[in-house]
């Protein structure tokens, strides 16, 4: 089955840092664009990072403390969260477009991980 697992996340104090990781799993051979989203306790889901290639994008809440990049080898992206604040308390959702083969022709899908809880707290 194609899909996107998530791992990392848990517990961390003001200041700290996490790294999550989002890997894609079945038959999918190629990621390319991906991004990262989040949603807050009692709030929408909301957008974080994307990387496309060689370009990234952050939003304003997150610039110059998260980093997001992409092993295209092992089909993983990662989002590298330093500086951590408690209002980034939420559950953090990968995002990726998959590319997979299907009798033969090359197809393309997006995908969601199953989402996992970041808690910054004292």
């Known amino acids: 089955q194609r899909q996107l697992v998530q791992s990392g996340g848990g517990l961390v104090q003001p200041g700290g840092s996490l790294r999550l990781s989002c890997a894609a799993r079945?038959?999918?051979?190629?990621?390319?664009?991906a991004s990262w989203y989040r949603q807050p306790p009692g709030k929408q889901r909301e957008w974080v990072a994307t990387?496309?290639?060689?370009?990234?994008k952050y939003a304003d809440s997150v610039k110059g403390r998260f980093t997001i990049s992409k092993d295209n080898a092992e089909l993983t992206v990662f989002l590298q969260m330093n500086s951590l604040k408690p209002e980034d308390t939420a559950v953090y959702f990968c995002?990726?477009?998959?590319?997979?083969?299907?009798?033969?022709?090359?197809?393309?899908?997006?995908?969601w991980g199953q989402g996992t809880q970041v808690t910054v707290s004292s």
């Open positions: 079945g038959n999918i051979f190629r990621l390319n664009t």
């Open positions: 995002n990726a477009d998959g590319d997979f083969y299907y009798l033969g022709d090359l197809e393309e899908d997006n995908y």
């Open positions: 990387i496309s290639g060689d370009s990234t």
